[in-house]
């Protein structure tokens, strides 16, 4: 990434983050060999806490590319707000919503034209005791499956210092420490080419995970990492149209 090419705004997000994050932080980057100087690239990452977007945000874009997350297209709605993050290259994706296929389309236009996408695959911060991952959707192997861009894992640990999704607690100490590895592009061939099955993107979908859970652990000197985690299901609350005919038009989740 050029700097002279950021243009204003994203030099003016530049110039008012990261100052903050360099005394806030203490950090050991590892691994930015692996993020591809040029080209479409999806970063996949496991999501410890709220603050990791500015830490592997600071990351990427410490390795000479442009981080560009996926937002609710509402935000974009927002005045000033929705006008600075468009200017920065961010993706408007709308969730739970019939419009979720025109959010992949969204997303496979961005990687098409280059950009490095950074999609945390469980969709939310891992509700995981110890803050291991836990099993992810699907959105990250199908946008893999069309593109065939290269999917380089990235694992954090230490942004639940800045700020505990379990308690709530911010650091508010300078320089914690926050360490952020990235490993090379994770083999997907054997299924390049599928049809996008719910089987074949389960399959994806865990090598991916398992790939983040194992590289946690090295990074966290652990031998023994868990198995993937799922929150235990709730009860279905009983309504009175309980017996009623199922309502096939639910909205889907792009990433």
């Given at each position: 990434?050029?700097?002279?090419?950021?243009?204003?705004?994203?030099?003016?997000?530049?110039?008012?983050?990261?100052?903050?994050?360099?005394?806030?932080?203490?950090?050991?980057?590892?691994?930015?060999?692996?993020?591809?100087?040029?080209?479409?690239?999806?970063?996949?990452?496991?999501?410890?806490?709220?603050?990791?977007?500015?830490?592997?945000?600071?990351?990427?874009?410490?390795?000479?590319?442009?981080?560009?997350?996926?937002?609710?297209?509402?935000v974009?709605?927002?005045?000033?707000?929705?006008?600075?993050?468009?200017?920065?290259?961010?993706?408007?994706?709308?969730?739970?919503s019939?419009?979720?296929?025109?959010?992949?389309?969204?997303?496979?236009?961005?990687?098409?034209?280059?950009?490095?996408?950074?999609?945390?695959?469980?969709?939310?911060?891992?509700?995981?005791?110890?803050?291991?991952?836990?099993?992810?959707?699907?959105?990250?192997?199908?946008?893999?499956?069309?593109?065939?861009?290269?999917?380089?894992?990235?694992?954090?640990?230490?942004?639940?210092?800045?700020?505990?999704?379990?308690?709530?607690?911010?650091?508010?100490?300078?320089r914690?420490?926050?360490?952020?590895?990235?490993?090379?592009?994770?083999?997907?061939?054997?299924?390049?080419?599928?049809?996008?099955?719910?089987?074949?993107?389960?399959?994806m979908?865990?090598?991916?995970?398992?790939?983040?859970?194992?590289?946690?652990?090295?990074?966290?000197?652990?031998?023994?990492?868990?198995p993937?985690?799922?929150?235990?299901?709730?009860?279905?609350?009983?309504?009175?149209?309980?017996?009623?005919?199922?309502?096939?038009?639910?909205?889907?989740?792009?990433?």
């Amino acid at each position: 990434m050029a700097r002279r090419r950021l243009g204003f705004w994203r030099r003016f997000v530049v110039a008012l983050v990261k100052p903050v994050l360099t005394g806030w932080t203490k950090r050991t980057w590892t691994g930015m060999e692996h993020i591809p100087t040029t080209g479409g690239a999806i970063i996949v990452a496991n999501h410890l806490s709220h603050a990791d977007p500015v830490v592997i945000g600071h990351y990427v874009y410490d390795s000479g590319r442009w981080p560009s997350f996926l937002a609710k297209a509402s935000v974009f709605r927002v005045p000033v707000v929705g006008y600075i993050i468009s200017r920065c290259q961010q993706i408007p994706v709308e969730r739970g919503s019939v419009d979720a296929a025109r959010s992949l389309d969204t997303l496979v236009t961005a990687v098409k034209d280059g950009s490095s996408v950074i999609i945390y695959p469980e969709g939310t911060t891992t509700k995981e005791p110890d803050l291991w991952p836990m099993k992810g959707k699907t959105g990250a192997a199908r946008l893999a499956l069309i593109t065939g861009a290269p999917v380089i894992p990235v694992v954090m640990d230490g942004p639940q210092a800045l700020f505990d999704p379990r308690t709530g607690k911010v650091g508010l100490k300078a320089r914690i420490p926050v360490r952020v590895n990235a490993g090379a592009p994770i083999d997907l061939s054997q299924w390049a080419g599928a049809a996008p099955t719910r089987q074949t993107l389960d399959a994806m979908t865990e090598t991916i995970m398992l790939h983040l859970r194992d590289m946690l652990a090295d990074l966290r000197g652990v031998t023994d990492p868990p198995p993937l985690w799922s929150p235990p299901r709730k009860p279905a609350a009983r309504t009175a149209t309980q017996d009623a005919p199922a309502d096939t038009a639910t909205g889907g989740d792009p990433a």
